[in-house]
Protein backbone atom coordinates (compact mmCIF):
# COMPACT_ATOMS: atom_id res chain seq x y z
CA UNK A 1 0.00 0.00 0.00
CA UNK A 2 1.26 3.73 -0.40
CA UNK A 3 1.38 5.65 2.55
CA UNK A 4 1.49 9.42 2.07
CA UNK A 5 3.80 12.20 3.87
CA UNK A 6 4.35 15.54 4.91
CA UNK A 7 8.16 16.34 5.17
CA UNK A 8 8.69 19.62 7.32
CA UNK A 9 11.67 21.21 7.15
CA UNK A 10 12.46 25.37 8.26
CA UNK A 11 8.55 25.45 8.33
CA UNK A 12 7.77 24.27 4.63
CA UNK A 13 6.74 21.07 2.90
CA UNK A 14 9.81 20.11 1.09
CA UNK A 15 11.20 16.68 -0.24
CA UNK A 16 15.25 16.62 0.38
CA UNK A 17 18.06 14.37 -0.56
CA UNK A 18 18.28 12.18 2.85
CA UNK A 19 21.87 11.62 2.91
CA UNK A 20 22.45 15.70 3.01
CA UNK A 21 20.06 15.74 5.75
CA UNK A 22 22.55 17.87 8.47
CA UNK A 23 25.74 19.18 6.12
CA UNK A 24 26.28 22.19 4.66
CA UNK A 25 25.74 20.84 0.96
CA UNK A 26 22.01 20.19 1.46
CA UNK A 27 20.10 19.32 -1.42
CA UNK A 28 16.47 20.24 -2.06
CA UNK A 29 14.40 18.39 -4.92
CA UNK A 30 11.44 20.44 -3.97
CA UNK A 31 10.02 23.17 -1.91
CA UNK A 32 5.78 23.48 -1.61
CA UNK A 33 4.38 26.97 -1.85
CA UNK A 34 1.28 25.08 0.22
CA UNK A 35 1.08 24.96 3.63
CA UNK A 36 1.21 21.37 5.35
CA UNK A 37 -2.29 21.52 6.03
CA UNK A 38 -3.46 21.41 2.03
CA UNK A 39 -1.43 18.20 1.65
CA UNK A 40 -3.17 17.07 5.05
CA UNK A 41 -6.82 18.29 3.65
CA UNK A 42 -5.93 15.49 0.53
CA UNK A 43 -4.94 12.72 2.28
CA UNK A 44 -8.07 13.06 4.55
CA UNK A 45 -10.28 13.62 1.40
CA UNK A 46 -8.76 10.42 -0.37
CA UNK A 47 -8.97 8.30 2.64
CA UNK A 48 -5.13 7.68 2.54
CA UNK A 49 -4.03 6.36 6.10
CA UNK A 50 -1.04 6.01 8.20
CA UNK A 51 0.97 8.70 6.26
CA UNK A 52 3.29 10.55 8.67
CA UNK A 53 4.64 14.25 9.26
CA UNK A 54 8.50 14.80 9.85
CA UNK A 55 9.58 17.94 11.14
CA UNK A 56 13.13 18.18 10.24
CA UNK A 57 14.53 20.42 12.53
CA UNK A 58 13.11 23.29 14.66
CA UNK A 59 10.78 25.71 13.25
CA UNK A 60 8.11 23.29 11.86
CA UNK A 61 5.68 22.69 14.81
CA UNK A 62 3.18 25.35 13.56
CA UNK A 63 2.78 23.32 10.32
CA UNK A 64 2.85 20.47 11.92
CA UNK A 65 0.13 20.88 14.21
CA UNK A 66 -2.20 22.67 11.54
CA UNK A 67 -1.45 19.00 9.31
CA UNK A 68 -2.88 17.55 12.35
CA UNK A 69 -5.79 19.58 12.31
CA UNK A 70 -7.07 19.19 9.06
CA UNK A 71 -6.24 15.12 9.62
CA UNK A 72 -7.01 14.64 13.15
CA UNK A 73 -6.40 11.00 13.41
CA UNK A 74 -5.18 10.25 10.02
CA UNK A 75 -1.34 11.28 10.43
CA UNK A 76 1.69 10.34 12.39
CA UNK A 77 4.43 12.73 13.65
CA UNK A 78 8.09 12.62 14.16
CA UNK A 79 10.55 14.77 14.79
CA UNK A 80 11.97 15.80 18.14
CA UNK A 81 9.50 13.32 19.77
CA UNK A 82 10.40 12.54 23.19
CA UNK A 83 8.64 11.70 26.33
CA UNK A 84 8.05 15.01 27.97
CA UNK A 85 6.09 16.13 24.71
CA UNK A 86 4.71 12.64 23.14
CA UNK A 87 1.22 12.83 25.00
CA UNK A 88 0.74 16.84 23.56
CA UNK A 89 1.48 15.58 20.03
CA UNK A 90 -1.23 12.82 20.33
CA UNK A 91 -3.44 15.04 22.22
CA UNK A 92 -2.80 17.65 18.93
CA UNK A 93 -4.35 14.73 16.85
CA UNK A 94 -1.56 12.59 15.98
CA UNK A 95 -2.34 8.61 15.67
CA UNK A 96 1.08 8.24 16.56
CA UNK A 97 3.85 9.55 17.56
CA UNK A 98 7.31 8.39 15.70
CA UNK A 99 10.37 8.15 17.67
CA UNK A 100 14.40 7.65 17.04
CA UNK A 101 17.15 9.78 18.48
CA UNK A 102 15.76 10.34 21.81
CA UNK A 103 15.65 6.26 22.42
CA UNK A 104 19.71 6.29 21.59
CA UNK A 105 22.57 7.16 23.17
CA UNK A 106 25.97 6.68 22.39
CA UNK A 107 25.26 4.59 19.48
CA UNK A 108 23.30 2.08 21.73
CA UNK A 109 19.39 1.57 21.97
CA UNK A 110 18.73 3.49 25.71
CA UNK A 111 16.00 0.37 26.75
CA UNK A 112 15.17 2.27 30.14
CA UNK A 113 14.24 5.71 27.79
CA UNK A 114 11.96 3.21 25.39
CA UNK A 115 10.67 1.70 28.61
CA UNK A 116 9.34 5.00 30.10
CA UNK A 117 8.16 6.41 26.03
CA UNK A 118 5.86 2.72 26.20
CA UNK A 119 4.56 3.55 29.12
CA UNK A 120 3.43 7.08 28.64
CA UNK A 121 1.75 6.19 25.19
CA UNK A 122 1.29 2.70 24.78
CA UNK A 123 2.76 0.36 22.31
CA UNK A 124 -0.03 1.32 19.96
CA UNK A 125 0.08 4.44 19.84
CA UNK A 126 4.11 4.18 19.01
CA UNK A 127 6.01 4.17 15.94
CA UNK A 128 9.63 3.36 15.86
CA UNK A 129 12.42 5.05 13.49
CA UNK A 130 14.84 2.46 12.34
CA UNK A 131 16.14 4.67 9.20
CA UNK A 132 19.05 3.36 8.06
CA UNK A 133 22.18 3.30 5.90
CA UNK A 134 24.56 0.26 4.86
CA UNK A 135 28.07 -0.21 5.99
CA UNK A 136 30.20 -3.51 5.89
CA UNK A 137 27.41 -5.37 4.02
CA UNK A 138 25.07 -4.32 7.32
CA UNK A 139 22.00 -1.84 7.61
CA UNK A 140 22.38 0.01 10.85
CA UNK A 141 19.76 2.34 12.15
CA UNK A 142 21.33 6.24 11.81
CA UNK A 143 20.04 8.95 14.43
CA UNK A 144 20.60 12.62 14.66
CA UNK A 145 18.99 13.70 11.41
CA UNK A 146 20.71 10.35 9.57
CA UNK A 147 23.98 11.42 10.20
CA UNK A 148 25.09 9.24 12.92
CA UNK A 149 25.70 5.49 12.76
CA UNK A 150 24.45 3.67 15.72
CA UNK A 151 25.83 0.07 16.63
CA UNK A 152 21.94 -1.09 16.32
CA UNK A 153 22.06 -3.55 12.77
CA UNK A 154 18.37 -3.96 11.08
CA UNK A 155 18.32 -7.73 11.58
CA UNK A 156 15.21 -10.51 12.27
CA UNK A 157 16.54 -10.75 15.94
CA UNK A 158 15.89 -6.84 16.49
CA UNK A 159 12.75 -6.28 14.47
CA UNK A 160 11.23 -9.15 16.67
CA UNK A 161 12.48 -7.80 19.71
CA UNK A 162 11.57 -3.94 19.27
CA UNK A 163 8.30 -5.26 17.69
CA UNK A 164 7.16 -5.84 21.30
CA UNK A 165 7.33 -2.22 22.21
CA UNK A 166 5.51 -0.56 19.13
CA UNK A 167 2.92 -0.88 16.56
CA UNK A 168 4.81 -0.10 13.34
CA UNK A 169 8.69 0.64 11.86
CA UNK A 170 9.20 3.13 10.10
CA UNK A 171 12.06 2.74 7.96
CA UNK A 172 14.09 4.85 5.49
CA UNK A 173 16.98 3.64 3.30
CA UNK A 174 18.67 6.95 3.70
CA UNK A 175 21.49 6.16 1.05
CA UNK A 176 19.03 6.08 -1.36
CA UNK A 177 16.43 8.70 0.18
CA UNK A 178 15.50 11.41 -2.60
CA UNK A 179 17.88 10.42 -5.32
CA UNK A 180 14.85 8.76 -7.56
CA UNK A 181 16.69 5.71 -8.51
CA UNK A 182 14.53 2.89 -7.31
CA UNK A 183 13.90 1.31 -4.08
CA UNK A 184 16.71 -0.69 -1.63
CA UNK A 185 15.48 -3.98 -2.92
CA UNK A 186 17.28 -5.68 -0.75
CA UNK A 187 16.73 -4.02 1.96
CA UNK A 188 12.63 -3.98 1.07
CA UNK A 189 12.72 -8.35 1.00
CA UNK A 190 14.26 -8.60 4.46
CA UNK A 191 11.64 -6.39 6.13
CA UNK A 192 9.54 -8.26 4.43
CA UNK A 193 10.68 -11.51 5.48
CA UNK A 194 12.08 -10.56 9.24
CA UNK A 195 9.50 -7.97 10.69
CA UNK A 196 6.59 -9.40 12.94
CA UNK A 197 4.60 -5.86 12.65
CA UNK A 198 3.68 -3.70 9.63
CA UNK A 199 6.59 -1.33 8.15
CA UNK A 200 6.43 1.50 6.30
CA UNK A 201 9.52 1.89 3.70
CA UNK A 202 10.49 5.10 2.22
CA UNK A 203 13.44 5.82 -0.06
CA UNK A 204 13.94 6.00 -4.13
CA UNK A 205 11.07 5.50 -5.16
CA UNK A 206 10.27 6.49 -9.03
CA UNK A 207 7.77 4.39 -10.59
CA UNK A 208 4.61 3.15 -9.54
CA UNK A 209 6.35 -0.51 -10.49
CA UNK A 210 7.96 0.69 -7.24
CA UNK A 211 5.42 0.77 -5.53
CA UNK A 212 4.40 -2.95 -7.17
CA UNK A 213 7.48 -4.29 -6.09
CA UNK A 214 7.21 -3.28 -2.71
CA UNK A 215 3.94 -4.67 -1.95
CA UNK A 216 5.19 -8.25 -3.69
CA UNK A 217 8.84 -8.00 -1.68
CA UNK A 218 7.24 -6.84 1.41
CA UNK A 219 4.74 -9.95 1.64
CA UNK A 220 1.84 -7.74 2.03
CA UNK A 221 3.45 -6.44 5.35
CA UNK A 222 5.84 -3.91 3.87
CA UNK A 223 4.15 -0.32 3.01
CA UNK A 224 5.86 2.60 0.72
CA UNK A 225 5.99 6.09 0.70
CA UNK A 226 6.93 8.21 -2.34
CA UNK A 227 8.19 11.57 -2.08
CA UNK A 228 10.38 13.48 -5.33
CA UNK A 229 8.85 11.16 -7.76
CA UNK A 230 5.62 12.21 -6.43
CA UNK A 231 3.75 15.10 -8.94
CA UNK A 232 2.10 16.69 -5.60
CA UNK A 233 5.92 17.15 -4.82
CA UNK A 234 7.04 18.57 -8.52
CA UNK A 235 8.05 15.11 -9.54
CA UNK A 236 7.53 13.30 -12.84
CA UNK A 237 7.82 9.57 -12.15
CA UNK A 238 4.32 9.03 -10.37
CA UNK A 239 1.18 10.72 -10.32
CA UNK A 240 -0.42 11.11 -7.22
CA UNK A 241 -4.08 9.77 -8.92
CA UNK A 242 -1.78 6.19 -9.78
CA UNK A 243 -1.41 5.64 -5.76
CA UNK A 244 -4.98 6.34 -4.72
CA UNK A 245 -6.16 4.02 -7.51
CA UNK A 246 -3.68 1.81 -6.74
CA UNK A 247 -4.76 1.31 -2.69
CA UNK A 248 -8.36 1.38 -3.38
CA UNK A 249 -7.79 -1.41 -5.79
CA UNK A 250 -5.78 -2.93 -2.76
CA UNK A 251 -8.19 -2.53 -0.50
CA UNK A 252 -10.39 -6.00 0.08
CA UNK A 253 -13.63 -5.73 -0.46
CA UNK A 254 -16.32 -4.26 2.47
CA UNK A 255 -18.71 -7.13 2.68
CA UNK A 256 -21.80 -6.60 4.32
CA UNK A 257 -23.89 -9.18 5.57
Same mark, same amino acid.
Given at each position: ??? =?????????????? /????????? %???????? +? !????????????? *????????? +???? @?????????? =???????????? !?? $??????????????????????????????????????????????????????????? %?????????????????? $??????????????????????? @???????????? +????? /??????????????? /????????????????? /? *??????????????? @? =? +?????
Amino acid at each position: MFR =PCIDLHEGKVKQIV /GGTLGDSGL %RTNFVSDR +P !AAWFAELYRRDNL *TGGHVIMLG +PGNE @EQARAALAAY =PGGLQIGGGIHQ !AN $ALDWLKAGASHVIVTSWIFHGGQLHEERLAQLLKTVGQSKLVLDLSCRKRDGNYFVVTD %RWQKFTELAISQATLEKL $AKSCAEFLIHAVDVEGLCRGIDL @ELVEKLGQWSPI +PVTYA /GGAHTLHDLEETTRL /GQGKVDLTIGSALDIFG /G *TGVKYAEVVEFNQRM @E =P +PDVTI
